[in-house]
């Protein structure tokens, strides 16, 4: 097979156009050549997306065309014919372009994909100037500091120097990848990264103040302080916001690597300025981060520096602040003593519970379990249990739904007692709700209820809130109420499950409703998992067989589908015999019958699991083979 010809003529109008001059094909191999072929061909293709196609396919093509003819034909064609492509097309070609490093001859000449990679670096669609900064830190990864110094060095002025700002956003992001190898160039990297800092374009400036975490963390202490601090200083005193709030994630990141007098003398100050910022999204992001910086800054500062900022943010004008700071308060709990807490952070709590933003005190719903552990057994039903039971009682659903999904944090302190006369209400106020995704994740959370509830109070209250579920309007949820009952299976144990869930499912079994008699049998099959084969074959398979008459096909298929489901269960039993019985003389002539049904669904769903049974009884065949002759063929294999 001879893939012939890529060739590039940039002095006529067409541009560089693949084509394919000789393909022999003698043998099958051969048929490869033609699928490369054509990938070649549709590189040039006028629809999209066989351009997208193609280009995905790159190292498919590349491996045919060999590494001399790639690094000189493909990879010139990609960077002069395709960087005025489509946008998803230039996605997907930054993507695979550090894949060819092998095909154009390992690391020694991966150098050749920095032109197109780099012309990629300039386009206009963010996305994939940033795939193609990926696809550029890849490769400088394996590269020589001598290819570096010779190749990507130079590239990086280039992007430095161009008038539009896409190439200056663009080379910020590879300073850190190179940093540590170009030791006797970092001054000028310095230098170089400090005037992208002060770049005339917003977006440089962002890029760059993105990128300074990042280059921070290749740096030793002294350079922190030296190079860094002074960089993350303009970048927290710049006059747009949307740079500033940048600053947060490099304070992070210098904190973890300076003293604690360090912090104190040169970041606090900055902090402070931050927390006070005129602009509500620097505020925000300094609140959405607040655990993470009182884990950079330790304890010890936290304790002394940090309760005034929060609380003032907690306090803030701005409901997107509130809502940001009221996710903290949990975790920000771990980092003072249970004393201050109280003082401080429970008049917040108080307040936050009667924000009149809903998100906020949705925000809040999520953390005020996680402050029971803090005030621990004594404490918690004084300060904490009146909070709890009011969000319980909150207007909105998500609130109380947050509430409830936190409820085993807070009842392994104050225990179920405490709880359950304001519970149950919102439980059943939120399974009446008429946005059904409000219903759905009620039922998500039934399975831990229960633990905390136990047997007796969920029979007595949620048992028959679970089984009207059943026979809900909404498919989502009936679905959703078969899985909820083998959660509760796995709850409660078997007994429960045949005393309570299984009579009360088969009730439905001659309901007029087909969905409800189909609901049923997807109830059964759900339970049937956490059954033992016994129970499976006394309670499950009479009826499921029952419903095999039924009239309606939707309902006959499923059978099929549950009883092809029903039988590797029912294998799982030590009296191999008895199952093997009822496989035999119940469950296949039911399949044989349904595979002789008027409706074609009905055939193939049958059909499909009488061959799926057929594989089990050869698989057992060849595990009792080998088990009883280990000299035997199989046993060899």
């Known amino acids: ?89 230039l996605l997907a070609l930054a993507e695979q372009l550090p894949k060819l490093i092998d095909s154009v001859g390992g690391t020694s000449k991966a150098t050749c994909l920095l032109p197109p990679l780099e012309s990629l670096a300039a386009v ?35 992007l430095s120097s161009c008038e539009w700002f896409t190439s200056r956003t663009s080379v910020a992001g590879l300073y850190a990848v190179i940093y540590k190898k170009c030791g006797p160039i970092q001054t000028e990297l310095q230098n170089s990264f400090a005037q992208l800092i002060q770049d005339e374009s917003p977006m440089v400036r962002r890029a760059a103040a993105k ?33 500033r709030l940048l600053a947060v994630e490099d304070m992070i990141t210098i904190a973890k690597m300076i003293t604690q007098e360090q912090k104190i003398e040169h970041l606090l100050p900055t902090f402070d300025a931050l927390a006070s910022d005129s602009s509500w999204r620097v505020k925000y992001m300094i609140a959405n981060k607040f655990v993470e910086l009182a884990q950079a800054f330790g304890e010890t500062i936290v304790r002394k520096q940090f309760i005034s900022a929060y609380i003032n943010l907690i306090k803030d004008s701005e409901a997107e602040v509130r809502t940001a700071a009221a996710g903290q308060i949990s975790g920000l709990a771990h980092y003072i003593d249970k004393e201050a807490v109280i003082e401080s952070l429970l008049p917040c709590v108080q307040d936050l519970v009667n924000d009149n933003n809903e998100y906020t005190r949705a925000a809040l719903a999520k953390e005020v379990s996680g402050l029971a552990s803090i005030f621990g057994k004594e404490a918690t039903p004084e300060h904490l249990l009146p909070i709890f039971l009011q969000l319980l009682r909150d207007d909105s659903p998500d609130v109380r739904l947050n509430v409830i999904s936190k409820l085993d944090e807070l009842n392994d302190v104050v225990g179920v007692e405490s709880l359950s006369q304001s519970l149950l209400p919102a439980i059943m106020e939120l399974s009446e709700e008429n946005q059904w995704r409000i219903r759905l994740q009620i039922i998500e959370y039934m399975p831990v209820i229960a633990r905390q509830l136990g047997e007796n109070i969920f029979d007595a209250k949620l048992t028959e809130l679970c089984m009207s579920w059943l026979q809900d309007k909404v498919y989502a949820i009936r679905e959703a109420a078969t899985v909820n009952l083998k959660n509760l299976a796995h709850v409660f144990g078997n007994s429960w499950t045949k005393k309570t869930a299984i009579p009360q499912i088969l ?59 029903l039988i590797p269960l029912l294998q799982q039993g030590e009296q191999k015999s008895q ?59």
């Open 579 to 637: 199952e093997d019985e009822i496989i035999k003389n119940t469950i296949e002539p039911v399949l044989e019958k349904l595979s002789q049904d008027t409706d074609k669904d009905v055939r193939f769903f049958a059909q499909k699991a009488l061959e799926r049974d057929q594989i089990n009884k050869s698989q057992q065949q060849t595990q009792t083979t080998t088990t009883e002759n280990p000299s035997s063929p199989e046993a060899k294999l």
């Open 1 to 89: 097979m001879e893939v012939d010809n890529i060739h590039s003529n940039n002095d006529n109008d067409n541009n560089n156009n693949l084509s394919i001059t000789d393909m022999e094909v003698d043998n099958p191999e051969d048929l490869n050549g033609y699928y490369v072929a054509s990938l070649i061909d549709e590189l040039k293709h006028d629809d999209v997306q066989y351009r997208l196609n193609s280009v995905n396919k790159l190292p498919v093509i590349a491996e045919a065309l060999g590494q001399d003819r790639t690094r000189d034909e493909l990879i010139p064609f990609l960077h002069n014919d395709l960087i005025g492509d489509e946008d998803e097309v």
């Open 124 to 158: 206009e669609e963010s996305a994939v100037r940033d795939k193609a900064v990926w696809a550029l830190c890849e490769i400088a990864k394996i590269l020589s500091p001598e290819q570096l110094m010779e190749n990507f060095i130079l590239m990086m002025k280039r």
């Open 211 to 243: 990128a300074l975490s990042d280059l921070t963390e290749q740096m030793t202490p002294a350079e922190v302080l030296d190079i860094s601090l002074p960089l993350f200083q303009k970048v927290a005193t710049d006059d747009q916001d949307s740079v």
């Open 507 to 565: 009730s439905m079994v001659h309901d007029e409703n087909y969905i409800h008699r189909m609901t049923t049998l997807f109830a059964l099959t759900e339970i049937a998992k956490v059954l033992s084969p016994d129970d499976i074959k006394e309670v499950i398979v009479p009826t499921v067989v029952t419903l095999s008459n039924d009239s309606i096909p939707n309902i006959r298929f499923n059978v099929a589908k549950s009883l092809e489901e």
